[in-house]
């Protein structure tokens, strides 16, 4: 039996590769995952493929903490309705305080009484006065964290040129390099409206396209030697 198992994320609709923690677990069943934040409900949608088979790093995978008991639902919808008015709350003292940034979303703790507030800003912020007001308010404790451009596209997801989910808000854990001279080694016509994404940096999928040209290019070169 795999240890992986497939799932996709009630909320952001990102696929999931989590540890089954020798829990029986059947397609379509909807479960709670260990996440940055505490947990997060996520429903199977594969539990012997191919795919999970050959997930690499499987000891950094996530686990299951356990099936979703109603509670668990009933709490994730009371967060998020939450998180939409802590939303709106922060606006209004980001406005009204004239701080130069942008908020990007706001995220609660499933375990804990704790919101991350993530923001993008054009340098350092003194949000010291925001902290205290937002945490009188909401009565909680307060994290700002500052994020970039491209990890802001990540946390609001969308979709890409080609139709399909962002790749960083869908799979990708971490962030490689694209420069323009990946896109220059694939006789891309340079034109930044086309290879840009939605955070208008290059598209993450310009590196992909990198490594596998890469990879046939070796395949070819040890063929031909052969």
Known sequence: MPELVCLISERTARMIRARRNGLEIEKGDLCLVDSEFGGELATVVDTDSVLCLH?????????????????DVR??????DRERRAFDICLQRIRSRNLPMKLTAVRYFFTEKKGVFFYT???????????????????????????GVRD??????????????L???????????????????QHIAINPTKISGLCG?????????????GRMYYEEESTNED
């Open 152 to 165: 802001e596209a990540k946390i609001l997801g969308g979709l890409g040129v080609c139709g399909r989910a």
């Open 201 to 213: 940096r290059l598209m993450c999928c310009l590196a992909f396209e990198d490594e596998s040209r």
């Open 55 to 71: 997930a690499r790093r499987i000891e950094l995978a996530p686990v299951i903490l356990r099936k979703a008991h109603d509670d």
């Open 121 to 147: 800003a054009d340098g350092r912020v003194d949000f010291r006065q925001l902290v205290k007001d937002l945490a009188k308010e909401l009565r909680m404790r307060i994290e700002m964290r500052q994020v």
């Open 75 to 80: 709490k994730m919808e009371w967060m998020e």
């Open 167 to 185: 790749c960083c808000a869908s799979f990708m854990r971490t962030f490689e390099p694209v420069t323009i001279q990946k896109a220059r080694k």
